[in-house]
């Protein structure tokens, strides 16, 4: 990919400010499923088209941009991120590659001896549902592998954690809080104590550089946009008023925020799009903690419950009165039907269509029945999934079998049922629960462990990129057309195909004359695309090294 500054004009023109015609490559655009080039203007997408007729345009461009054959396609936008934690695990230890219960605390020890001077030791990403021990580190082996010094350890998808007694000492009373457990993981409200003690020990500085981190490693996926999902059990205001500053005064990918608490004047405050995101109607299940109708496969209760249907519903009513989106996190079936509940009883006081027009949205959705499914299509509910939690812990032996039992996990995640009722789908990540990877998320939906859970790639493509916009209701963008914002990437990847992975998926758009645009083979084993360039408003936020 090579540009080129067109005579007359001077390259030091404020990027999001200049006229910029990409052309030579192919445009993922439904205005023009053929088009090979695309004209940028003031943050904005001004044309696209085909090669001949882009001749027109070359002289009244500031740069024109030889794609050589490259791919662009909407920015992706992650629906679903923790930027800090994210910044943290890719500068701190990450234990998601541990492989057993040895290798990982081979890794805390050597992380201790590298990391001398933290006053806490900060890890993520174990998960021992896939270790042959079948166990988590103890305390005692935490101790001995830090040398006595704090650490938080959270498990992969950050419901409980593992610590060591230094970090324990630092949270007066823990031992009496829920969720303490002398010999286990902690949960609920003594790892919520623990987390906030780890935190506080963090820098601002160290904190910047985290979420410049997280951002930046976005950027280099594609990704223009992220939701930062954030909120008082989770982080703390000033980590989420930092971040939205960061974002808005640097170059990089977009930062919707929002904030989960059931105060939504202080959300409005802090600046967040909605009081939404991770507020917990249960846990997870790995922890044991999401919310069943029947007990756990592998533990003899089910769960735990955060807020019942009419908390749900006082949530609602405020948020939509206040005009502000309200969401919630619902992983079992017990908490994703006290939302359904709760949406329900919100639009007897403020009436359906109020509701509706509100946007709200659901975070995981994983357990859903054809009962909350239809409730989620008739309040226009938006679920916020990742399909990477199927492509990780799905099939015959993973995770959901050993909490659910073979029947219970092959509902989980049916993304073609919410799609064939109507309700929008916002893919993300939930990092770092799972790695930024967008293509990776496209595959995993499109090639669900349960054959009937798929969807095409056109599908899933269009959930990871126009999704996430809609879900903050903007209708507008994620998708490469004239007036659109100018939030692209550019991709080196094989030949282009119209996808449809699975029998159960409707084949009518495969054939060429449909004039479906096509996208990367993402069958599995196939090479992902490899992202030259994202662009956010017009403006280049990351470009590879040497291209």
């Not at 791919?71 to 234990?95: M, S």
């Not at 509100?358 to 029945?369: D, I, K, Q």
């Not at 495969?510 to 993402?522: I, V, Y």
Request: with cysteine; aromatic share 6%; glycine share 10%.
């Amino acid at each position: 990919m090579s540009q080129s500054t067109a005579p007359g004009k001077t390259p030091q023109d404020p990027p999001s400010h200049r006229t910029v015609l990409l052309r030579g490559g192919d445009v993922h655009s439904p205005a023009d499923p053929f088009a090979t080039a695309m004209v940028v203007e003031r943050g904005h997408v001004a044309w696209v088209g085909s090669e001949g007729a882009a001749d027109a345009f070359t002289d009244g461009v500031d740069e024109i941009v030889d794609l050589e054959g490259a791919l662009v396609t909407p920015a992706f936008t992650d629906a679903h991120v923790h930027t800090t934690a994210l910044g943290l695990a890719l500068t701190g230890l990450d234990l998601t590659g541990a492989r057993s219960l040895a290798d990982a605390l081979v890794l805390v020890r050597e992380h201790a001896r590298a990391r001398p001077h933290d006053t806490v030791l900060l890890g993520h990403g174990w998960d021992a549902s896939r270790w042959a021990d079948g166990r988590p580190p103890t305390r005692a082996e935490l101790d001995e592998a830090t040398g006595g010094r704090p650490l938080y350890l959270s498990r992969i998808d950050v419901h409980s954690a593992v610590v060591t007694t230094a970090l324990l000492d630092l949270v007066p009373g823990v031992t009496e809080r829920a969720g303490y457990h002398p010999d286990a993981p902690l949960t609920a409200d003594a790892h919520h104590g623990v987390r906030a003690a780890a935190l506080a020990a963090i820098t601002p500085l160290q904190r910047t550089e985290a979420q410049r981190a997280a951002l930046g490693h976005a950027a280099s996926l594609g990704i223009g946009s992220v939701h930062e999902c954030a909120g008082p059990e989770i982080s703390d205001e000033d980590d989420f008023t930092g971040l939205l500053r960061l974002a808005a005064g640097e170059p990089g990918p977009r930062v919707v925020g929002y904030w989960a608490e059931q105060n939504v004047e202080r959300a409005r405050e802090l600046g967040a799009a909605g009081a939404a995101g991770d507020l917990f109607v249960d846990g997870a299940l790995g922890s044991h903690t999401a919310c069943l109708h029947e007990p756990y496969a592998d533990a003899a209760h089910t769960g735990t419950a955060h807020l019942d249907a009419a908390a749900v519903a006082a949530h609602v009513v405020a948020c939509t009165e206040a005009g502000l989106q309200a969401g919630f996190h619902a992983i079992g079936d017990a908490a994703v039907a006290s939302v359904a509940d709760g949406m329900r009883q919100a639009a007897e006081k403020v009436g359906p269509a109020r509701v509706r027009a509100a946007r709200h949205r659901v975070e995981h959705a994983e357990m859903l029945t054809p009962e909350t499914i239809a409730a989620f299509a008739e309040f226009g509910l938006t679920a916020s999934v990742q399909p990477a939690f199927d492509a990780l812990w799905g099939g015959e032996d993973g995770m959901y079998v050993q909490r659910l039992g073979a029947e219970r996990a092959r509902t989980l995640n049916p993304f073609a049922a919410l799609l064939r009722t109507g309700v929008p789908l916002a893919f993300g990540s939930d990092s770092p629960v799972t790695p930024l990877d967008p293509w990776g998320t496209v595959r995993a939906a499109a090639f669900h462990r349960t054959p009937e859970h798929r969807v095409s790639v056109r599908a899933a493509f269009t959930a990871h990129t126009r999704g996430g916009w809609r879900a903050v209701g903007r209708d507008d963008a994620g998708v490469l057309v004239p007036g659109a914002p100018a939030d692209y990437a550019v991709w080196r990847t094989s030949d282009l195909v119209v996808q449809a992975p699975d029998d159960r998926v409707a084949r009518w758009s495969t054939d060429p004359r449909s004039g479906t645009p096509g996208l990367p083979d993402l069958s599995p084993g196939a090479e992902l695309p490899v992202c030259l360039r994202t662009v956010v408003g017009g403006r280049s936020v990351f470009v590879r090294p040497q291209e």
